[in-house]
């Protein structure tokens, strides 16, 4: 009986296939909704990622650390985002009154991608709680409330549309994020009550709010690191193309 090549054909197109180049692992939080633990991850960074080209890969906090090899070995880059409070404990002070939530499985696994990462020379975009985390892990510390423990009239955690520009920064001329944004002075949406504090080795300061807290860091190594305090992918709609340019800046590192 005469026999027939079968070609195996994939169910997605080939347009449609997911590019190793282009994907990228997208930290996310587990949370409880009634009787039912539920991955959380706001919409608007797949939307801002895949605008600028990229393909997330959700990551949410894993029960063994141990997976971060694997995850960061099938990727181009990490994107470290917002939520829950790091764990003073990770950076050898007590819990502040003010400190909210805390998940130590999220605090684990991302601390765990981070050093992977920086093993591989992947590119990292952090925002918000990523600036934090990506502070801690490298051995830095964080303010654990700005309104109770810093000098300041800018309400940095502001009860506002999340698509609202809240205050300025400043930004240093020919960092990342000033040729990422195209300018050296920005306004931003803000909505955290915690930040940088004790700058880690290997990482400095490129943005600042007008009251001093940390708005946006870089590695000083060979390490491709644009970290920010705000939150970009709330505002890729708006008229400015600041945000955007974040987006597309990391996309374009790793060859989107």
Aim: aromatic letters at 4%.
């Amino acid at each position: 009986m005469p026999t027939y090549p079968v070609q195996e054909r994939s169910l997605v197109s080939s347009a449609r296939k997911p590019a190793p180049a282009c994907t990228v692992a997208v930290t996310a939080s587990i949370r409880l909704d009634g009787d039912t633990s539920r991955v959380r991850l706001t919409a608007a960074y797949v939307t801002a990622l895949e605008s600028a080209g990229l393909i997330p890969l959700i990551v949410p906090p894993l029960s063994s650390a141990s997976a971060a090899a694997a995850i960061m070995d099938s990727v181009s880059g990490l994107v470290l985002t917002g939520g829950e409070d790091v764990d003073p404990a990770r950076y050898g002070e007590k819990r502040h009154e003010k400190v909210r939530w805390i998940n130590a499985a999220r605090d684990t696994t991302e601390v765990a991608l981070i050093e992977e990462a920086k093993a591989r020379g992947k590119p990292v975009l952090a925002i918000c709680r990523g600036i934090q985390i990506l502070n801690v892990a490298l051995g830095g510390t964080l303010v654990q409330d700005i309104q109770s423990q810093c000098d300041t009239r800018i309400a940095h955690d502001e009860d506002s549309p999340r698509n609202t520009r809240s205050h300025e920064i400043s930004i240093e001329p020919g960092s990342l994020i000033a040729k990422a944004v195209g300018t050296d002075h920005v306004t931003v949406n803000s909505f955290h009550h915690q930040s940088v504090k004790r700058v880690a080795d290997g990482m400095r300061v490129t943005a600042r709010a007008p009251d001093g807290i940390i708005e946006g860091l870089e590695s000083t190594e060979d390490w491709w690191v644009m970290a920010v305090q705000w939150h970009p992918e709330e505002m890729t709609d708006s008229p400015e193309p600041w945000d955007r340019g974040l987006f597309k800046a990391f996309a374009q590192k790793l060859g989107a």
